[in-house]
């Protein structure tokens, strides 16, 4: 294409970024399969792309305008607009480069409705870049994530231990019990299937690991893995870093896939940094699962980090995970 047509004063949108590489880890974190779709929706706070599956998965990136180096919106409303997930985070790849700090142009929309992409590290030489977007689906459901009670259950985790701990649950067929107690405060995991697993974290041993914990009475929930590709089992009992996710009184089911697809793609920036995860449960047993993502330039990526690995929230990409439970079998067939 032109580049005529990158300079067209139509648009609703124009934005530079500093940091391709922060985009392509903060979308791929939400890029649990090889086709997906998103939605895509623009407004003067900044993006937010969402994807989900099935009406039990929902994701967000939200890319606040602090994040650009330049963010100009003249758009009324908040547009939105339907793209292939991996398609997008392809396209950016090609304008990252190893070692290398690149910033490109983000228009939108083109002349034909387009996501126009343009380098902008150099006026004699300028790569270009057209997705083609579609009218978005509707969103199939709203996940209206409310409280469980008055006070919070949620914990914040080392983001690499919790990966590692929903890694280390793939049972099949398995149901993984979570018993958290306030006193003393502690986390135990508990799965029978093919073999019996209990892990038990306590909160003060392992402050390093487990950052953050409220909970001021004791609730268990329970968790299930649909799964037939592993057969894993450990005779032992033994002191994992993370805990995951919790039960109301009746049993709440999640499916595996969908458990793990909120911590296979972390990128290795978040463990490297050593950042947190925040994990809540809410009304009805619905789970939040919060990555942050820096998209500050390599060379500055370091600064600004607290003790609990958290960055300075304007070079930050926030991730959301909405998981539902399933219905009991049980229940249902009642």
């Not at 047509?5 to 979308?27: P, R």
């Not at 409220?214 to 929930?221: D, L, N, R, T, W």
């Amino acid at each position: 294409m032109s580049s005529s047509a990158m300079e067209a004063d139509t648009s609703d949108l124009v934005c530079q970024l500093d940091n391709v590489q922060g985009i392509v880890d903060a979308l791929s974190t939400v890029r649990w399969k090889r086709h997906q779709d998103a939605v895509v929706e623009l407004s003067e706070h900044g993006i937010v792309l969402i994807v989900e599956e099935t009406g039990c998965l929902q994701a967000k990136v939200y890319l606040q305008k602090e994040l650009f180096i330049r963010y100009e919106y003249t758009a009324q409303g908040r547009p939105r607009f339907g793209l292939s997930l991996g398609l997008f985070v392809d396209c950016l790849n090609t304008f990252s480069v190893p070692g290398h700090s690149s910033t490109i142009e983000i228009r939108y929309p083109g002349p034909d409705m387009q996501l126009l992409i343009k380098s902008a590290d150099s006026l004699d030489d300028c790569i270009y870049a057209e997705i083609r977007t579609r009218i978005p689906e509707t969103i199939s459901w709203d996940y209206n994530f409310e409280p469980a009670g008055s006070t919070p259950l949620s914990f914040t985790v080392k983001s690499a231990a919790l990966k590692e701990a929903i890694d280390d649950l793939e049972w099949p067929g398995s149901s993984i019990q979570i018993i958290l107690k306030p006193v003393p405060p502690s986390v135990t995991f508990r799965g029978e299937g093919h073999g019996d697993l209990q892990i038990d974290f306590m909160y003060y041993a392992n402050t390093d690991l487990l950052i953050a914990f409220h909970c001021e009475h004791q609730v268990s929930y329970r968790y299930y893995s649909i799964v037939f590709n592993l057969l894993y089992q450990r005779q032992h009992s033994c002191t994992i870093k993370s805990c995951i996710l919790f039960f109301h009184k009746h049993v709440d089911r999640y499916k595996y896939k969908f458990l793990r697809a909120t911590t296979s793609n972390i990128p290795s920036s978040v463990t490297k940094d050593n950042r947190g995860s925040k994990l809540t449960i809410g009304r009805g047993g619905m789970l939040k699962v919060q990555h942050l993502v820096s998209v500050a330039r390599p060379s500055t990526s370091h600064q600004h980090i607290d003790s609990a690995g958290y960055q300075q929230p304007s070079r930050i990409a926030y991730i959301e995970f909405f998981v539902k439970p399933e219905e009991d079998e049980d229940t249902v067939n009642d």
